[in-house]
């Protein structure tokens, strides 16, 4: 596009965004960066060690397993959660009956506090008060013993899974608005050709949501990364070390070890983890994306 | 239509703007740092976690008025941030710790803080006023007062003795036909028979959980440890124990795996306390450890059916142990030398005679004082203090447990590795080996 | 033929349905929970799960005013996330518009920077943030929370934004030059009104995503001019002394209000749908 002073505007529309930025960011990136280099913990100052922190970090088993469940959880979350919002986005576009009902009422989990969610989900999966044994005998499932979804390893990486993964208004919102951006001669075209729904969502709605579902699998894979107050709230990593991710491992080495410099060399790797994630995403859904456009 | 957008979207950034300023501006003023106002008060900054539904909540507001009507205190101001729960607050004094200043009076909510703040140079050391107050200072026996030391420098004033014991409900062992022992089971051996007899009559024996801490079996693992002798019963009087595969702690290890498997409810394994003492309350199970603040809820009519109190017996571990272990005490983090001294009175007076009984009273904290004379209404009217503060006497092993004196990550460790070992998915030796590697990361 | 078709198409109705109902059922099913254990006692709340409370009076409202001051932190929390808002919306139209439509040097590292932010642990940032804000004087202040909110806000915005920024065509733009307009007046008049829904959706998510910060919220205030629903929250808590019931008491009377904001918010993102509604 040919703007005038089109330099000046560019500084000016992204400079306040960025100077916010440098406020709160700017400091700790650096912080999180230096410090994980260091010895440094709730008492003494950071003092420069190398990569030990890092040589500890990477010899903890315990710390693999947090980055395995993180990735994993990363990959759920960016395929089926993600899809699951999509899906529910094609199903309101539509307009059936109660669909504002249903947008309204799909984002309220969202709202609740973790606080009270964790409370809420400990007490509903209680095994010998909660819903599991009466859901189970409705089945007309005998058990000797009712599952105790939290407090076995067998199943807690599961339930604890289940408590944010089926909850996708966030990107159910997103894809509506986008969706609504969709020029609507495209749709009353198709319809003229007698294409079926299925065709239309098939061939026209998903192929224009690409960029977007991008978007969304990056905000998701970024929120898993740094995913905390539920785990904390239900099971706090355990049994074992089953439902530990970084940002557990992290809090664990910061407030329960005192280390700082350990934590912030978590915390790198978090960041790491993360960027390599959302220029992944990003490569992934660009390609073809930036091709059509043809700009 | 564009225009009206145009116009309500550049109100409203307007009206962000002028928000935003107002609010800076409205802080401005109020700058927290003023030492003294115009009459001569002390200002004291206080945060204070006793707030909400803390047991202590009402006590302490009662201490802070009181305070202030004495000569020591009648010319303090406190400067109240409240931060319920002590977690949060452990947070925000760690925080403090190490990038700020410190409250002039630092309550200890557990968590080693005594250790990071001394440390850290951020409190007062206090040996000098407690050398130059003979009287204040006979208030405290040595151990209270060597667990508040750091390097030689006494940093933390102990406000109460923490013990815990075994609560039973009368009327399950009658209705299993065992006879409750005056004071505690001579044995172990005997303790499991009991369980066994419950167990027999349909009844689950004992209350444990894992969660958050897993207070209850570390309370009844404490004990195993702490009553196996004289190698056990020092080894659980050690602060930050490093090596967790003894004979006894892996014995004890064994035990626990089995009273999970055998002796409790279903939800103990990742349960946490609530749910616990309630099936404790509806009398669910029959034994439940736990020390003397729980005895208020017993009367209370929203956690326990009417006439619970009186159900209720009191034994002691067995082999008459029992956990007690001095508190973690308040410090004083003021550097100017009006506030520290402001600061040591409010100790002292937390600390008077007439107040640690007002605590008993109020909150079920056992005084740190030994000795004191208890008046005879307050026995009277809660006939179960009463035994708990006459029971305590018969203890011939006293022991600690993990919250006191070990590490906080391995008392995280111990909760997350609890239903692992419950569920029989680790060995209790190997359930030990992880402790002894969470305790040894604090060595690094 | 007609018949298959009509049953393929009924069948596919009864999938939505169902599809609906399942997932409107977990979605509100906890809040209805929370609304009915709001009436229980502790001893109700911590023995059963699915039964009814033995009474609905208003013992535990009373009860969870009485432990913490919620009224006031809820409107602190209205004012602080409201104004986090405002500003990040408006720095996200703009910040974004411009990585969507032009080329420049800095932009990658832009985009790289923006997305570091998103991973920063929040122990890591505290320390120095509250050093930071010590020094500017904005510690305990309900503008430092909405300085923090608003930059935590940007890097999902800014994703959602640079993104419906590209759906829409640049053609108008392009006419718009040549008829001699401005940047700044294209970018009001004609990109702004188009972007709205995108805008409302990031102002919903901004909102979403702040109401319910804890870490910061505590880390960065020491009294009550700043505080918000969430350490409210903390006060019915406690060791030995956690009062579920004032919880969730206090969860229904803050999340009615916020339903409502929603109610009004999507209506406005809605509207733009309404246009382009497709049947069948």
């Avoid at chain 2, 002590?86 to 250790?115: C, H, M, R, W």
């Avoid at chain 2, 079920?364 to 008046?375: A, E, K, M, R, T």
Wanted: proline share 4%; hydrophobic share 45%.
């Amino acid at each position: 596009m040919k703007v005038k002073n089109k330099g000046f505007w560019i500084v000016l529309f992204t400079m306040p965004c960025m100077i916010l930025f440098a406020i709160v960011y700017a400091a700790p990136i650096v912080t999180v960066i230096y410090t994980s280099l260091c010895d440094y913990t709730t008492f003494s100052g950071p003092e420069f060690s190398g990569l030990k922190n890092f040589m500890t970090i990477f010899g903890d088993a315990e710390f693999l397993t947090a980055i395995k469940n993180t990735l994993v959880w990363v990959v759920l979350q960016s395929t089926f959660h993600v899809s699951l919002g999509l899906v529910m986005a094609l199903v309101l576009r539509r307009k059936p009956a109660g669909w504002k009902f249903v947008r309204t009422a799909y984002m309220i989990p969202n709202i609740i506090p973790t606080a009270a969610t964790g409370v809420m989900f400990t007490l509903l999966l209680n095994p010998t008060f909660g819903v599991v044994k009466p859901f189970l005998e409705t089945l007309g499932i005998e058990v000797l013993q009712v599952p105790n979804l939290f407090g076995n390893s067998k199943y807690a990486f599961w339930t604890v899974t289940l408590t944010w993964m089926l909850y996708s208004g966030f990107n159910t919102i997103i894809f509506l608005a986008e969706m609504g951006a969709i020029d609507k001669d495209i749709y009353e075209a198709a319809r003229v050709d007698g294409a079926k729904p299925w065709q239309i969502d098939r061939y026209i709605t998903l192929p224009l949501m690409r960029n977007i579902f991008g978007t969304c699998v990056t905000l998701a894979s970024v929120a898993m990364v740094s995913q905390f107050d539920i785990i904390y709230m239900t099971t706090k990593g355990g049994p074992g070390s089953t439902t530990l991710n970084l940002p557990i491992y992290l809090y664990k080495a910061a407030t329960l070890e005192n280390n700082y410099g350990k934590a912030n060399a978590v915390g790198a790797v978090q960041i790491i983890i993360g960027l390599v994630l959302v220029l992944f995403v990003q490569y992934l859904f660009r390609e073809k994306g930036e091709k059509k456009e043809g700009r | 239509m564009k225009s009206k957008m145009l116009k309500r979207l550049l109100a409203s950034a307007v009206m962000g703007t002028m928000i935003i300023s107002l609010a800076a501006c409205g802080k401005s003023g109020d700058e927290k740092s003023s030492d003294a106002d115009d009459s001569g008060k002390v200002v004291l900054d206080v945060i204070n976690y006793h707030v909400g539904t803390d047991y202590a909540a009402d006590y302490y507001s009662y201490l802070f008025e009181e305070f202030k009507k004495t000569e020591e205190g009648k010319n303090v101001e406190f400067n109240f941030e409240e931060i319920p729960t002590t977690d949060a607050y452990n947070q925000k004094i760690k925080l403090l710790i190490s990038s700020g200043d410190l409250p002039d009076i630092v309550f200890n909510g557990g968590n080693n803080i005594t250790e990071l703040a001394a440390k850290s140079g951020k409190v007062a050391d206090l040996t000098p006023y407690f050398e130059e107050d003979a009287q204040w200072k006979a208030l405290f026996d040595d151990t209270s007062l060597e667990f508040n030391t750091v390097d030689g420098k006494i940093y933390g004033v102990p406000v109460s003795k923490e013990i815990s014991y075994i609560y039973y409900n009368k009327d399950l062992f009658k209705q299993a036909g065992i006879d409750a022992p005056e004071v505690a089971f001579a044995s172990w051996d005997e303790f499991f028979a009991a369980c066994d007899k419950l167990k027999e009559a349909g009844i689950t024996p004992v209350g444990m959980d894992s969660a958050d801490s897993g207070w209850l079996t570390n309370l009844w693992m404490s004990a195993l440890i702490g009553t196996a002798g004289d190698a056990g019963n020092e080894w659980m009087n050690t602060m930050y124990p490093t090596d967790f595969n003894t004979a006894e702690v892996e014995k004890a290890a064994e035990t626990i795996q089995k009273m999970f498997k055998e002796y409790t409810t279903a939800d103990a394994v990742g349960g946490k306390y609530d749910p616990m003492a309630t099936h404790f309350f509806n009398g669910e199970v029959a034994m439940f450890p736990n020390g003397p603040w729980m005895i208020p809820d017993f009367s209370q009519e929203e956690k326990a059916p009417e006439g619970f109190y009186d159900k209720v017996g009191i034994m002691l571990m067995p082999g008459n142990g029992m956990e007690m272990v001095p508190t973690p005490g308040d410090m004083v983090g003021a550097t100017e030398e009006d506030k520290i001294k402001a600061a040591v009175a409010f100790l002292k007076f937390e600390t008077t005679p007439e107040n640690q009984i007002k605590a008993l009273e109020m909150t079920g904290l056992q005084p740190v004082s030994n000795n004191l004379d208890i008046p005879a209404e307050l026995t009277e009217s809660d006939p179960l203090m009463a035994q708990v503060l006459e029971i305590q006497n018969k203890a011939e092993v006293t022991y600690g447990q993990n919250q006191a004196y070990w590490y906080q990550n391995t008392i995280d460790t111990f909760s997350t590795e609890l239903p692992e070992l419950a569920y029989g998915n680790i060995t209790p030796k190997e359930f030990c080996e992880k402790l002894t590697q969470s305790a040894e990361k604090n060595q690094e | 033929m007609k018949q298959t078709s009509g049953t393929v198409i009924f069948t596919s109705k009864v999938v939505k349905y169902i599809f609906m109902i399942f997932f409107v059922f977990i979605a509100v099913g906890p809040i209805v929970w929370a609304f009915i254990s709001s009436f229980k006692t502790y001893a109700e709340i911590n023995s059963s799960a699915l039964s009814w409370p033995s009474s609905f009076n208003l013992e535990n409202y009373k009860a969870a005013f009485k432990f913490a001051p919620i009224a006031k932190y809820f409107l602190n929390s209205v004012i602080i996330v409201g104004c986090s808002v405002l500003v990040t919306v408006a720095l996200v139209a703009m910040c974004s518009y411009i990585i969507s439509r032009f080329e420049f040097k800095c932009k990658t590292l832009i985009i790289l920077l923006i997305s570091a932010s998103l991973m920063l642990p929040a122990q890591a940032i505290s320390q120095p943030l509250f050093a930071i804000f010590q020094k500017l004087g904005i510690f305990d202040t309900k503008l430092g929370l909405i300085i923090v909110y608003s930059a935590m806000g940007i890097p999902m915005s800014f994703f959602v934004m640079t993104s419906y920024y590209k759906t829409i065509s640049t053609a108008l733009e392009e006419s718009a030059y040549i008829d001699g307009a401005t940047f700044l007046q294209t970018f009001i008049h004609i990109i702004l009104p188009l972007a709205k829904p995108g805008l409302v959706t990031i102002a919903l998510l901004q909102f979403i995503n702040t109401w319910n910060e804890f870490y910061f919220a505590l880390m960065l205030t020491s009294g009550d001019t700043a505080r918000t629903v969430p350490i409210a929250l903390n006060y019915y808590m406690g060791t030995f002394a956690n009062n579920y019931s004032a919880l969730f008491a206090a969860v229904v009377m803050t999340v009615l209000p916020t339903i409502l904001v929603f109610i009004i918010l999507q209506r406005q993102v809605m509207e733009s749908l309404t246009a382009g509604a497709v049947k069948g």
